[in-house]
């Protein structure tokens, strides 16, 4: 037997159980370790990245790679597009200004679907943890959003 699933924050927890109810990829940053904006975009390789837990591990992404970054800084939230992530802006028990992303690759996941998780985050958020929440939708006709935390 493996060891027990830890739990991280109630944050945490929800979009972990949303991930694997809906097979979407979730995650989630302290968004005051962040400076500007973050993108969602493909790496030069100049971007530092350091995993969580290691933060004395600078690393460059791949050229090409999908990354979250901050693009003032080159400093990269999660690599592999959500796979990796960085040790500056993990989350922990006392964060209280959280960025969730939920990824769903259209048309493999539908609109509907990707809709439906994003919901049934917000009410567990609610329930589990308060605070102001709002959703964003990102597509190829809304590649942007601006809002403050």
Not at 63 to 90: H, M, Q
Request: hydrophobic share 40%; glycine share 6%; charged share 30%.
């Amino acid at each position: 037997m493996g060891k027990p699933v830890r739990s991280i924050s109630p944050a945490v927890d929800a979009f972990n159980l949303i991930s694997i109810r809906h097979v979407i990829p979730c995650d989630g940053d302290d968004m005051d370790s962040v400076e500007g904006d973050v993108t969602l975009g493909r790496a030069v390789s100049d971007e530092t990245f350091a995993p969580i837990f290691k933060p004395e591990e600078i690393e460059h992404p791949d050229p090409g790679e999908v990354i979250y970054v901050n693009r003032k800084t080159k400093r990269v939230l999660c690599r592999r597009w959500n796979w990796r992530n960085a040790d500056f802006s993990k989350l922990a028990p006392e964060t209280r200004n959280l960025g969730i992303n939920v990824d769903g690759m259209m048309p493999a996941i539908g609109r509907e679907e990707i809709e439906k998780a994003a919901e049934s985050l917000k009410e567990l958020l609610l329930r589990f943890c308060g605070g102001k929440i709002s959703i964003h939708y990102l597509d190829a006709t809304n590649p942007a959003v601006e809002f403050q935390f």
